[in-house]
C-alpha cells in the first residue's frame, strides 16, 4: 500500500524553525519527485519546493528561498522539510505528495501532482508570538 506520512509539524515562534519529515511506504522515493505543499485557512493549496533525487533538480518558491531546504535520505526513505526563520505567514498545513509523472519539479510545485498519486494526510506548522 502506497502511503505518505507526514510529522514535524508544531507551534513556534517568527524566526523559530522546524523539520518537516514525510516517511515513504510501499513504494522507493528515490524513484520518485517529491514535493511539499501547503494550505494556509481560507486560501489554496500552493506548492512550497519539490525534488526528484535521481537527477539532483529542485525547485523552490520563491517565498521560501534561503529559508527552507528540501532534501531526502533514500536509506530511510523519507523526505524533509528544513524550515528556518518562519514567519506568521508560512503558518498552514504542509503537506508531501510523491509521483512517478515525468514532470518537471518546477511543473510539480506550480501545478501539483497527478490525481491519483499518493498524499500525506498533512502536519499543521503554525508560526505565532
Known amino acids: 500500500q502506497v502511503q505518505l506520512v507526514e510529522s514535524g509539524g508544531g507551534t513556534v515562534q517568527p524566526g523559530g524553525s522546524l523539520r518537516l519529515s514525510c516517511a515513504a511506504s510501499g513504494f522507493t522515493l528515490d524513484y520518485y519527485a517529491i514535493g511539499w505543499f501547503r494550505q494556509a485557512p481560507g486560501k489554496e493549496r500552493e506548492g512550497v519546493s519539490c525534488?526528484?533525487?535521481?537527477?539532483?533538480?529542485?525547485y523552490y518558491e520563491d517565498f521560501v528561498k534561503g529559508r527552507f531546504t528540501i532534501s531526502s535520505d533514500n536509506a530511510k526513505n523519507t523526505a524533509y522539510l528544513q524550515m528556518n526563520n518562519l514567519q506568521p505567514e508560512d503558518t498552514a498545513v504542509y503537506y508531501c505528495?510523491?509521483?512517478?509523472?515525468?514532470?518537471?519539479?518546477?511543473?510539480?510545485?506550480?501545478?501539483?501532482?497527478?490525481?491519483?498519486?499518493?498524499w500525506g494526510q498533512g502536519t499543521l506548522v503554525t508560526v505565532s508570538s
Open positions: 525534488m526528484r533525487s535521481s537527477d539532483g533538480s529542485i
Open positions: 505528495a510523491a509521483t512517478a509523472l515525468g514532470l518537471t519539479v518546477q511543473a510539480l510545485c506550480v501545478g501539483g501532482p497527478g490525481a491519483s498519486d499518493a
